[in-house]
């Protein structure tokens, strides 16, 4: 043994007093702050019975990393119903990044938890894990703020909420969890409490909420609650708690349903919360959460008006800018009755959501081939920065009353930042490449906090380029040919061309590239103009059937010693047909990649005098023209209407596609059955039916194949096919188990399969049963303990012990055919009741799986003794 692993033991045994094996635990976490990049406090929170006479001034602490050191008690604060709140303190510098558990156990739980076996053995243990991770940053847990100390009623609805409070502004959610023994491993056989209707953890309130308890007793519950930044998990705490339950006739008090806010850093917030009690108790109203600890303008709570059966009190926040987080505050109220039989609570709870203010005042400067932003920083100068955003055309954002940032669905993308708050003006100039000419951009602005929040969004504010470079108009296909194709390119000349620095002579110069996104582009064309009227081209003896083109226009200033690009050139592609065949239609897409807005799109079909009509017209580039003949061969082509939505500039934009044919077929699927599963464990066998496609939304459905797996990871095979539509049943019959899953799927007359039906799943069917009573008399007659067991069943781990614990038999045979031997000495056993623990291994649909059963046996072993077995 290592010396560290002598010195913890001897550390851990230390920490134990003579009495040290009391039974006074019954809550506890640990939370832990960072304080350097590998150094963390951390902090141990138990909950103790004052009544027992175990105490503890100090802790083992098992920090993960293959150390323990002791934790010094510094706290003790007395609680309502003879609990008392300690707080051990202690400080571990870990040897580098990586995941760590820190365990703290403490013999013993105390006697009699009722779903906790043999609970006064079992040690308590609570745990937290920490993430050490640079990329991550610095991390602080959560901290509980509400003590788990209530009572619960047999009957009546019970909930408990942690009120956990991050103060990085970390996501949390919630979860149960098993209570755990001894090193932090899983209490073997612990239950969940039983409940009239439901047990569960909401995972984004963290109310626990037990609907009802049905008997009294002491119970144990324990809460994971994970922290999560950027997506990633970081850390997690478990509150190990325990829930008394008493019979009583009194209800708890009521509060009024609460309200959530949204409310704009330096706005306040003044709010009644009021409570009654149906027995007219006198109720005592709390209240806990992280406002309550803020270092600046922390929330308050104060009762303003009390009498029997009812209570008021008023809930005040003043916020300011230093309370701006992604995440809004709980905060947690509590209302307790004083009831001379039983004292109960209620748990609820509202949220304070606290939005940085708007960027103000936001103004835009274009140039020839840049905008100019500027704006002022608003009401809040914590903010780290500021985040622009763009998009083209104006959208008309204007965020409702509680949200921040600008959502993804605007088409507005993040395009730049500055890094400080007194950083108000932004550059854009297309990252260096300079902006399109004719371009509508629309920007807006918000400010950026400490975790990554954003502020409301600023207004929106649209502007383009002064127009100083030629802004193209046309790129129409004017014939569809393999080789004699040809493009009209027009182009609107330069309107507030800057001529002190280009005072001419210019230079045209046309550029082509294949495909709507074209990068190698090639000169095609260029001429020298001194009044730049000259703005058409037409591109001949080029392959417009089967390519698109983009075109790009650079204007230069020509002067001897003086030649530079005026400015970033115009580019915009020819509009391509792409048909997709499918039953007796014809799907067309408009291909294009052009600076301006088409809002309208006319389809044209070429009839049986080879003229173009038009078919129809939409706002999209997918159009489909049904009603056609399969086999049959169809021409289109397409006209776009489109402009700039800027003054000045053409409203009134027309070009042409190319023409492109389709040729309508049966490619497409029917739609898939419905199926339906049923065990006939009686016979072992599953009957699978399904519906007829042809009877809804089919007409051409002719055979089926259906599919099987035996477990949840497996993958569907085909088992059988179906020969004829009407017949939509099987019966498949399995040697070793009935658990499986299964789909269907349907084919037409075209062998065009569908998708899976929906994918159906049943178990096994469940069934071993031990007896409770045998007679091993030697009278031949229900001489062995027999099981009644089926062919699912793969093996049994079975122990029947003595009432004094002895272990007398133990078999793996489903069967048992126990002869009432003892296994030490091949005696018959002693008559009476024996008790028995079982593992009922089952092939189920993730396999293999156990279901632990006990219970107990009548051993008669008197001459003459009969039962009736059924």
């Known amino acids: 043994m290592r010396f560290w692993q002598i010195s913890s033991i001897l550390l851990y045994l230390l920490a134990l007093s003579p009495g040290s094996f009391a039974t006074h635990n019954r809550a506890g976490e640990i939370t832990y702050k960072q304080i350097s990049d590998l150094t963390f406090e951390i902090t141990i929170w138990t909950y103790t019975y004052t009544k027992s006479v175990a105490d503890r001034s100090e802790l083992p602490v098992d920090w993960g990393d293959g150390t323990r050191t002791i934790a010094p008690r510094v706290n003790e604060v007395y609680l309502p119903n003879f609990y008392k709140r300690n707080k051990y303190v202690a400080t571990h510098t870990y040897p580098g990044p990586r995941v760590y558990k820190i365990v703290v156990q403490d013999p013993n739980r105390n006697f009699g938890v009722l779903n906790i076996p043999n609970s006064v053995n079992v040690v308590f243990s609570i745990q937290t894990t920490l993430m050490i991770n640079p990329v991550i940053g610095y991390n602080n847990a959560p901290l509980l703020l509400n003590p788990p100390y209530d009572k619960a009623a047999r009957g009546r609805l019970f909930i408990h909420n942690p009120a956990a409070y991050d103060g990085d502004g970390d996501s949390l959610s919630y979860k149960l969890t098993i209570c755990t023994r001894e090193d932090g491993i899983p209490i073997e056989n612990y239950t969940f409490p039983p409940a009239s209707d439901t047990l569960y953890v909401d995972p984004l309130s963290g109310d626990l909420v037990w609907d009802s308890p049905v008997d009294t007793g002491f119970y144990n519950i324990a809460m994971n609650i994970e922290e999560w930044r950027q997506g990633i998990k970081i850390g997690n705490i478990v509150r190990d708690m325990q829930i008394n339950v008493y019979n009583t006739d009194n209800n708890p008090p009521v509060t009024d349903p609460l309200t959530d806010f949204c409310i704009v850093a330096g706005d306040s917030i003044d709010y009644i919360v009021s409570s009654s009690d149906a027995e007219g108790d006198s109720i005592l109203h709390y209240a806990t959460g992280g406002v309550f600890f803020m270092p600046e303008n922390p929330a308050d709570f104060n009762t303003i008006s009390s009498s029997p059966g009812s209570v008021s009190s008023r809930f005040t926040w003043k916020t300011n800018c230093s309370h701006v987080r992604q995440q809004p505050y709980n905060v947690l109220i509590k209302a307790e009755d004083d009831n001379p039989d039983l004292s109960l609570v209620d748990i609820s709870s509202f949220n304070v959501r606290v939005l940085g203010p708007p960027p103000e005042d936001l103004t835009l400067s274009p140039t020839n081939t840049s905008i100019q932003l500027r704006w002022s920083p608003g009401n809040c ?63 807006i602005v918000v400010g950026l906090y400490k975790d990554g929040s954003e502020s409301i969004a600023s207004t929106e504010e649209c502007g383009g380029l002064i127009q100083g470079a030629p802004i193209i108009t046309n790129v129409s296909v004017r014939n569809t040919d393999l080789v004699n194709g040809s493009v009209l390119v027009a182009w609107m000349k330069p309107r507030d061309l800057d001529t002190i620095p280009a005072n001419g002579p210019y230079e045209y110069m046309i550029y082509r590239a294949e495909g709507i996104w074209g990068n190698n582009y090639t000169l095609i064309h260029n001429y020298q103009t001194a009044d730049l009227l000259d703005t058409s081209f037409v591109d001949t003896l080029i392959n417009t059937l089967d390519f698109a083109y983009s075109y790009k226009i650079e204007l230069y200033n020509d ?43 006319v389809f044209y079909r070429e009839n049986e005098l080879n003229i173009f009509d038009s078919i129809g017209f939409s706002s999209d580039t997918v159009f489909v023209d049904d009603e056609l003949v399969n086999g049959k061969t169809y021409c289109y082509k397409v006209k776009t209407i489109g402009s700039y939505n800027r003054p000045g500039l053409p409203d009134m934009l027309v070009n042409y596609s190319n023409e492109a044919c389709g040729v309508p077929i049966d490619n497409e699927p029917p739609c898939p059955p419905v199926l339906t599963v049923a065990s006939i464990c009686d016979s072992l066998y599953n009957y699978i039916s399904w519906t007829n496609p042809n009877n809804s939304c089919a007409d051409d459905v002719e055979t089926y194949n259906l599919y099987y797996k035996a477990e949840l990871d497996g993958s569907l095979e085909l088992i059988a096919t179906n020969p004829s539509a009407s017949d939509t049943t099987y019966i498949h019959h399995i040697a070793t188990s009935l658990a499986g899953c299964y789909a269907v799927t349907a084919i037409d007359s075209f062998a065009n399969e569908s998708v899976y039906s929906n994918i159906v799943c049943v178990d096994s069917c469940s069934y071993y049963e031990i007896p409770n009573v045998f007679t091993p008399n030697g009278d031949d007659i229900n001489d062995k303990l027999v099981a009644k067991t089926s062919p699912f069943i793969d093996r049994i781990d079975l122990k029947i012990f003595s009432r004094g614990g002895v272990l007398v038999f133990k078999t793996d045979d489903p069967e048992i055919n126990w002869n009432g031997l003892h296994m030490r000495n091949n005696n018959i056993v002693s008559p009476g009741v024996y008790y028995y623990m079982c593992d009922v291994y089952e092939k189920r649909l993730t396999g293999i799986e156990a279901r632990h059963i006990s219970g107990f046996i009548h051993v008669i072993t008197e001459k003459g003794a009969s039962i009736n077995i059924e």
């Open 381 to 443: 100068t914590n903010v780290e920065g500021f985040r622009i955003y763009r998009r083209i055309g104006y959208f008309g954002f204007i965020p409702d009353s509680c949200q921040n940032g600008v959502p993804s669905s605007t088409g507005f993308v993040s395009i730049g930042e500055t890094s400080s708050s007194v950083d108000t003006s932004f550059l854009d100039n297309g990252g260096g490449s300079g902006l399109l000419q004719g371009t509508d951009y629309c920007y």
């Open 559 to 601: 002067e001897v010693g003086n030649r530079f690009l005026i400015a970033p050139p115009s580019v915009a592609s020819t509009v391509f047909l792409s048909i997709f065949p499918g039953d007796n239609h014809l799907e067309i897409h408009c291909r294009k990649n052009v600076p301006w807005v088409n809002t309208q799109y």
